[in-house]
């Protein structure tokens, strides 16, 4: 039998020798321990989409490298929002780990305090792999995900750009180029609007609260800024005035009838029947105009940043991330599922199949991840220009639906011939009270 | 008479009282169960809308009590202004037309003729269909491009319309999706009307010599107005809090222009969450709706009397 009791010159002499080794500066043997938290279960709440069905794909991975169980479910977003602020204000969600909208939700959910702080988990090498590091995520990236003391409270999952999408058969029948301003464009889509044969220039959201994502890239090229030093909103200024009449202008003159109730979904339908030639909305939707059984332009749309503005060019950027409830008693198992979710394997999925962009520079940098995705590299190529000058496009306020609404609904008031000064100073007046209310509690 | 009914149990229980063992057991216990759950889901929840009304209350910051500052806020609210317009428009298009197509429909499918089982059957089919999934294929329909009631139009050279992409045309667009579904309800309850006519006053009035049109306007429709009535009230109920087909075909738009005061009121307590403010326009709701059905039995009412009046 060999004696396998250790003496204590032996414990000795192995601690001596493991402290000199610290000093050499050799690595301490800190890793990430996946299976640390084998055998808890947890619950996740997803928005419908192609974010969630990655997840719930290749969930089985996750389990096996962790053993971990997860249960999930998708919910349409709008429904899942609601249900998420629900649960939340209950006090005791069902869930432990939660899919949010940042452009909608990240200021109500730091004021209201309902999502655990990962920063501590972030800097812990035995939950945390090296490669995922706070300045891997793109700048919007982390303004989403921190508050104001610095907290992580998320991690950025998958990144919304607004680009610009055309229809190169139109534009060559028509001997148009591809605009590079926002005068161009307006110029080019009067140019491509023939409503004899039932074509038009441009399509976008009109419809209230929806068409806010559109316009606020306008905005913002035009040099808005939503917010002042003090908080007080900003959006009836004259950089609002001349987006809105840029606006007005390209919905009323070039684009199909009915526009000002047309959402992301109908305005896809016009763009995909060869019917709009031009149409500005996010990156996402390249899988269906590519997919020949729902689209009848594959293979001949163009895809290009938002042209530039008179002050800048920017994308106006929406994202959605994955954070943990501060209810949750598993948190740091779901601090290992929310980091798979972002992992490189993950992102990859997720960009080469066209369902989102991940916020992780080093994924949309990789280049063999980029060869690996299937759509056009036109669309890759304006992805990866948009994150260049990306520029968050909406206000960080709580009341966030109600600036979509009433200033939504200023814009599509002058689809249908409202002067946009007035509309819009109407909106501002509507919305400011709204607005202090909701920060002065 | 009521003292007399009064007094007659009284007496009884002075009689009883000396055996107490055998006084009837009281049926208090059995309702019990009944009003704990009338309390539960019905009393308590407008008790606690009432109350919320009272506060400001919004999910995710703490509550104050606020008084009847959210109704004051209501005043000069312009959407909820215009979101009452809207609803009575929608309301009294959407009972109207469905009960003037309805009672033709009606007096058609009460003739006898060939395959009107059949027909009946096929005509009642939109009442059948879920009015969410009905939305999304009208709102299909109604596409200004693709959709098939333009290409329809375009076929006898009516130009294309907008329906519910244009504020003046989406609230009669919105109400024809609603006619289209409910006109068979209407039907139906007027079919039963028809069938318990007696047959005798159209004998005499076809000895009279009276045309069809008399027959239906000094016959038919008095007869059937008890059922119209009936008819009419449904509609309006719901109408009234039709939410649905506007949420899934325009969610209140294009900009407000089909805004509802329920459409409104959604928006104000799950995507503002602003549930004080939200139970406000709840409240003053519920009140339109007893006003409107509080009318409705009035005319009624004076109806029954007038009919009996004329009658006798």
Not at chain 1, 94 to 116: C, I, M, N, P, T
Not at chain 1, 307 to 336: C, F, M, R, V, W
Not at chain 2, 122 to 132: L, S
Not at chain 2, 140 to 145: A, D, E, L, T, V
Request: with cysteine; aromatic share 10%.
């Amino acid at each position: 039998m060999v004696n396998h009791k250790i003496s204590r010159r032996t414990l000795l002499t192995g601690t001596a020798a493991a402290g000199a080794l610290s000093l050499t500066g050799l690595p301490a043997r800190a890793e990430l321990n996946w299976k640390k938290y084998a055998g808890t279960k947890l619950e996740v709440i997803l928005a419908k989409g192609p974010r969630g069905d990655n997840l719930q794909k290749n969930i089985k991975e996750f389990t096996e490298l962790t053993g971990i169980q997860v249960e999930s479910e998708q919910i349409p977003e709008q429904q899942q929002r609601q249900k998420v602020v629900i649960e939340f204000t209950s006090g005791r969600p069902s869930f432990d780990v939660v899919h949010l909208s940042y452009h909608v939700q990240k200021r109500q959910f730091e004021k209201a305090g309902w999502l655990a702080d990962m920063t501590p988990f972030m800097k812990d090498p035995t939950l945390t792999a090296p490669d995922l590091v706070e300045s891997d995520f793109s700048a919007a990236g982390l303004q989403y995900a921190k508050n104001d003391k610095g907290q992580m409270l998320s991690l950025p999952w998958s990144v919304d750009y607004f680009i610009l999408y055309y229809n190169k058969e139109l534009f060559q029948k028509k001997g148009v180029a591809v605009p590079k301003t926002l005068d161009e464009m307006v110029a080019a889509a009067e140019k491509l609007t023939d409503p004899k044969e039932g074509t038009y220039g441009f399509v976008g959201r009109g419809l209230r609260n929806a068409n806010m994502a559109l316009w606020g890239n306008f905005f913002v090229d035009y040099g808005g800024e939503f917010l002042d030093a003090k908080g007080n909103i900003l959006t009836d200024g004259p950089e609002a005035v001349e987006a809105t009449k840029l606006y007005q202008t390209l919905l009323t003159k070039s684009a199909p009838p009915g526009v000002a109730g047309f959402n992301w979904m109908e305005s896809m339908a016009s763009f995909t029947q060869g019917r709009s030639a031009m149409w500005i909305d996010g990156v996402g939707w390249a899988p269906p105009l590519e997919d020949p059984a729902a689209s009848r332009v594959v293979g001949k749309v163009g895809y290009t940043v938002v042209p530039a503005g008179p002050k800048g060019q920017y994308s106006a950027t929406y994202g959605d991330g994955i954070g943990i409830a501060a209810a949750s008693k598993n948190k740091e198992a779901a601090y290992l599922l929310c980091q798979w979710v972002v992992s490189k394997k993950q992102g990859a999925r997720l960009l080469q199949a066209g369902g989102g962009v991940p916020f992780r520079n080093s994924i949309l940098n990789d280049p063999e991840i980029q060869s690996g995705v299937k759509m056009p590299k036109e669309w890759l190529q304006s992805v990866i220009d948009s994150a260049k000058i990306s520029k968050l496009g909406l206000p960080v306020v709580i009341p966030v639906a109600e600036f979509r609404d009433i200033v939504g609904a200023a814009l599509t008031a002058t689809l249908s011939g409202a002067d946009p000064a007035a509309e819009l100073k109407k909106a501002n007046d509507q919305y400011r009270p709204i607005l202090e209310r909701s920060e002065k509690t | 008479m009521s003292a007399l009914t009064q007094s007659t149990p009284a007496a009884a229980r002075s009689d009883a009282a000396p055996e107490k063992e055998l006084r009837p057991p009281s049926y208090w216990p059995f309702v019990v169960p009944a009003l704990v759950v009338v309390l539960a889901i019905i009393i308590f929840p407008w008790v606690f809308t009432i109350w919320m009304s009272l506060n400001e209350w919004k999910v995710g910051s703490p509550t104050s009590f606020v008084g009847f500052s959210n109704y004051l806020r209501l005043t000069s609210d312009p959407r909820f202004i215009e979101a009452i317009g809207h609803t009575l428009v929608y309301t009294a298009l959407s009972v109207l037309l469905p009960l003037v197509l309805g009672t033709f429909a009606a007096v058609v499918f009460h003739q006898n003729f060939a395959g009107r089982g059949f027909l009946r059957g096929v005509f009642i089919m939109p009442m059948m269909a879920t009015p969410v999934a009905i939305a999304l294929v009208w709102t299909m329909m109604f596409h200004p491009q693709l959709g098939i009631l333009n290409y329809l139009l375009s076929l006898v050279g009516i130009p294309a319309q907008l329906w519910v992409f244009h504020p003046a045309t989406v609230i009669p667009s919105l109400v024809l999706v609603e006619t289209w579904q409910w006109t068979p309800l209407v039907m139906l309850i007027v079919l039963g009307g028809l069938a318990a006519i007696p047959t005798e006053p159209y004998e005499s009035a076809q000895i009279d010599g009276a045309n069809l049109w008399q027959v239906f306007r000094f016959i038919t429709l008095p007869l059937i107005m008890p059922f119209l009535f009936i008819a009419g009230m449904i509609r309006m109920i719901d109408a009234v809090k039709s939410f649905d087909i506007i949420f899934a075909i325009t969610q209140g738009g294009p900009g407000s222009a089909s805004e509802t005061i329920n459409i409104y009121l959604y928006s104000v307590a799950f995507t503002y969450y602003d549930l004080g403010y939200g139970s406000a326009i709840a409240v003053v709701f519920f009140l339109l709706i007893v006003l409107l059905a509080a009318v409705m039995l009035y005319a009624r009412q004076r109806m029954l009397w007038t009919e009996i009046a004329s009658g006798a």
